[in-house]
């Protein structure tokens, strides 16, 4: 593995072989998330799915990252609602009409993969559906995109002007970042900004784009616990995530 050094950061570049067990760790994530959907309803606690997909990873020859990283206490993030991100699963139970992020990252075999989604608990409203699907859609024009030479800059360009011109606002407070061998790594990658901004990217790159948007303002804030992180104004708050390398010509999305 080389490190690179561009202006003050160090980001990591991964081989070939890098990749394919970022694949294998990026696919059971995916696959755990897959696993835990089917146990989305109202009355379930996020305790409950926390349990399963803990013991998901670890049939599976896995570890949870969060689990104890710097002080979390439970395995996956439950964000519903207004919370951002980072919910700590809890004894309460799903509500109809709640949206909830289950984000899930797995170590398997000293790699990283780290992703997300947004669902929703039995029915849920028009406007909270337009938002996951906005969001989803964000996240998506961000990937897209990916390929060597083009500017950090460019990702939170085309994931701004798309959640903004639907009447969204993205999170400034959390971003994306570089994942590999460790859970989070330089580069940090924004959700907003400007064309030709940031470094650029190049082949064997591998980070997350994993863009909050809110239906309300931007702002946040952290709750008490240290981790809750719910929109200042209550508005919902939705979130994808994927983790990608750079190709040659492309990328390639570990978390399918
Ligand atoms: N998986 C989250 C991310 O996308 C990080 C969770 S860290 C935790 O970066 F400690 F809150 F779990
Ligand atoms: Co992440
Ligand atoms: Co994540």
Not at 103 to 125: N, P, Q, R
Not at 180 to 205: A, Q, V
Request: one cysteine or more; a neutral charge.
């Amino acid at each position: 593995m080389i490190i690179e050094k561009e202006q003050t950061s160090c980001v990591r570049l991964y081989n070939d072989a890098d990749f394919k067990n970022l694949k294998k760790a990026g696919s059971l994530a995916a696959r755990t998330l897959e696993y835990v959907e089917k146990l989305i309803r109202p009355g379930v606690t996020t305790d409950f799915i926390d349990k399963k997909a803990n013991q998901y990873l670890n049939e599976h020859g896995a570890f949870s990252a969060p689990l104890f990283y710097r002080g979390y206490p439970k395995s996956i993030c439950t964000s519903i609602n207004h919370v951002v991100c980072h919910g700590i699963p809890n004894d309460k139970t799903l509500n109809d009409g709640d949206i909830i992020n289950i984000d899930i990252t797995a170590i398997l075999d000293g790699y990283y993969g780290d992703t997300s989604k947004t669902f929703s608990v039995g029915e849920i409203s028009i406007k909270a559906e337009r938002l996951i699907r906005i969001t989803y859609e964000s996240m998506m024009e961000g990937i897209k995109i990916l390929k060597p030479g083009i500017n950090l800059g460019d990702i939170g360009f085309v994931i701004q002007s798309y959640a903004e011109s639907n009447g969204c606002s993205v999170v400034r407070d959390f971003c994306g970042h570089g994942v590999g061998k460790t859970f989070h790594e330089e580069p940090n990658i924004l959700h907003y900004g400007k064309k030709g901004e940031g470094i650029k990217i190049k082949k064997g790159m591998v980070f997350t784009i994993e863009p909050m948007i809110n239906l309300g303002e931007y702002h946040t804030k952290v709750l008490p616990d240290g981790w809750t992180a719910v929109t200042k104004d209550k508005s919902l708050s939705a979130q994808f995530e994927h983790t990608v390398g750079i190709t040659n010509n492309g990328y390639e999305i570990f978390t399918l």
